[in-house]
């Protein structure tokens, strides 16, 4: 019990023995809460090692049978290249398009006032209810977006129905949601950089990309990375725009791991074979997230040096 | 106009050309960003004859949301009790995670105690956990205790979403509480605990409001949680509104108007709270 704690100078009106307890005490909950959820993961795990199914009640253990032969399998392949193809197209996406807008937004001009203000409402709908309104909006024959694409004669797309295109229509609906998120992160981080570089590269005579690409983006890195940690994680595990829109179709082209594990899992009641999937993204998610963070204490740490 | 406000604006010959393109510009991403809530108001007023033959001139009606919310035919589908589900789930999520995560996000951010940096890291982890790696062996607990399709199996599985905003953003909060106001509180006598409820807690007051109402969104918006573990009884707003999608001929016009009454509350909420957003959705790990 080594308490060190932040009032070691108040009156000891307490022993110290409840002293040493209160923080225990203080996250007794929140760790009883953290064991109800770390069990049923827990339980999750174990149950891979097993055949459990709902129409096998009494599972046997069959080691890494599940991991061998979603390995084997093309639809693991298949699923893990479209996960990571969704993460990385929405997250260079919304990254860039949600620095430009915060640019637009700094620079200020006679309509972003306004509109700063209406910035967040996209994120703040649930992704299953916009991904109903793109719906609407997406369909080939009543859909408004078709509409306004035939005078450019562009009719009839089949925009959630080929599968050579409904990533696409996900991707866009994702950036339609999220951008916003990286637009606010990196304004708040644009806002609290320190003045006096940029006059003084104003005075010079600096460009306005020389002083973007040399002076801003330098500092302003560590808050466009956790934009981008936030956004790679989120995506790397998104359910409900695909399953709302596609459900994974057509055929298995936007099959991605989560979709995939819900299937197994829920429809076909093979839990087994549905929480190996969820491992491997788990682990997945796990690794990258530990990579991503090192780089950005590494990034604060620079932006710390420089300023 | 320029260098006070934007210190990165350099003007030079030809700013007003650039001005009119940064308005342009501008004005271009929020059209992409504001016209599909503006496209689901004009299908949710369109009756239902004209729902497949016109596109921005039609007779508006508030049809769709007489029978979205009951008062006229049945539409088949209880959304007024899946909106009440959907009240009672976040709201008792919230305050369940407020009661649990207040002391926690003091605890982690006035003490060092062995573990406390171990317990912290996990509660975070709930958030970048793929939900179905616990949610999946939770419907199999929940078929077992009767938990599944319940107020409470639905709260409890909530705090996956709720805690970690909570928790994170509240010792964030507490850490920019300077510890010597509490002290001189407790050398004037008070107990700890009055020192947290008298001088801690009140401070950091508009902090625990804009949490719990940013947690209320995200509770309220979840969307797998509720369409794997309940079915009729306490289902969601979020499930409830993608019912009306299906079907051989969809009602598009009682889907949109579905949409917009689940989509009211988040958006009310969230402009209450901007001043407190960025801290809110980056958790605390960019101060805004």
């Known amino acids: 019990m080594s308490a060190t704690t932040a009032d070691d100078r108040a009156p000891k009106k307490v022993s110290s023995g409840r002293r040493a307890l209160r923080p225990y005490l203080l996250t007794l909950p929140a760790l009883l809460l953290t064991i109800g959820i770390l069990y049923p993961f827990g339980l999750g795990v174990f149950y891979t090692f097993f055949d459990y199914s709902a129409s096998n009640p009494q599972p046997g253990f069959i080691g890494l049978e599940n991991y061998t032969n979603m390995f084997a399998s093309s639809d693991f392949w298949s699923s893990a290249l479209v996960t990571f193809e969704y993460a990385i197209g929405t997250t260079v996406i919304e990254t860039m398009l949600g620095v430009a807008v915060a640019l637009l937004l700094y620079r200020g001009s006679l309509v972003s006032g306004v509109l700063e203000k209406v910035l967040i ?150 839990f087994s074979q549905g929480l190996a999937y969820m491992v491997v993204l788990w682990a997945i998610v796990f690794g990258i997230t530990r990579i991503l963070v090192g780089v950005l204490g590494r990034a604060q740490a620079r932006a710390a040096g420089a300023s | ?178 510890p010597e106001l509490e002290q001189s509180a407790l050398l004037d006598g008070y107990t700890r605990i009055q020192a947290f409820m008298r001088v801690a807690a009140p401070l950091v007051r508009p902090g625990i409001a804009a949490v719990a109402l940013l947690s209320f969104i995200f509770a309220w918006n979840n969307f797998v949680f509720p369409l794997i573990l309940t079915s009729s009884n306490a289902q969601t707003v979020t499930v409830g509104s993608l019912t009306f999608l299906g079907g051989n001929r969809p009602n598009y016009n009682l889907t949109a108007a579905a949409a917009l009454v689940a989509a009211v509350p988040p958006l009310i909420l969230a402009l209450s709270i901007q001043r407190y957003l960025v801290r809110g959705l980056s958790f605390g790990a960019v101060k805004g």
């Open chain 2, 1 to 178: 106009m320029e260098s006070t406000k934007a210190p990165t604006s350099n003007e030079r010959p030809g700013g007003g050309l650039r001005e009119v393109a940064i308005n342009l510009l501008t004005i271009l991403y929020f059209a992409f960003a504001l016209f599909p809530v503006f496209w689901m108001i004009i299908v949710s007023l369109k009756p239902s004859n004209e729902l497949f033959s016109t596109y921005f001139f039609f007779h508006p009606t508030f049809d769709s949301y007489r029978t979205v919310l009951g008062l006229a035919g049945d539409s088949g589908v209880p959304f007024v009790r899946f909106f009440m589900n959907s009240l009672v789930i976040s709201i008792g999520a919230v305050l369940l995670s407020l009661i649990i995560g207040i002391p926690a996000a003091y605890a982690f951010a006035r003490f060092h105690f062995r573990g406390s940096k171990d317990l912290l890291f996990t509660i975070l982890s709930f958030r970048f956990a793929p939900e179905l790696m616990v949610i999946i062996p939770l419907y199999v607990i929940y078929q077992k205790l009767g938990l599944f399709d319940t107020y409470i199996g639905m709260i409890w599985v909530m705090q996956l979403v709720t805690i970690p905003m909570i928790v994170w953003i509240l010792r964030s909060y507490f850490q920019d509480l300077t």
């Open chain 1, 121 to 270: 409402l996209p994120l703040m709908i649930a992704p299953v209810i916009a991904t109903i309104m793109w719906n609407l909006m997406l369909q080939p024959s009543i859909g408004v977006v078709n509409y306004l694409l035939s005078p450019f004669g562009l009719g009839g797309i089949e925009w959630t129905d080929s599968p050579g295109l409904a990533l696409f229509s996900m991707i866009m609906i994702d950036v339609w949601v999220f951008t916003p998120f990286v637009a606010i992160l990196a304004l708040a981080g644009m806002r609290s950089l320190p003045r006096d570089p940029f006059e003084a590269a104003s005075v010079d005579g600096a460009g306005y990309w020389y002083t973007f690409r040399r002076l801003m983006l330098p500092m302003l890195w560590p808050y466009i990375l956790v934009a981008v940690i936030f956004r790679f994680m989120d995506s790397l595990k998104m359910f409900d725009i695909i399953y709302a829109l596609t459900q994974g179709g057509p055929g298995d082209s936007t099959m991605v791991l989560q979709v995939r594990a819900y299937q197994d899992a829920i429809l076909f009641t093979s």
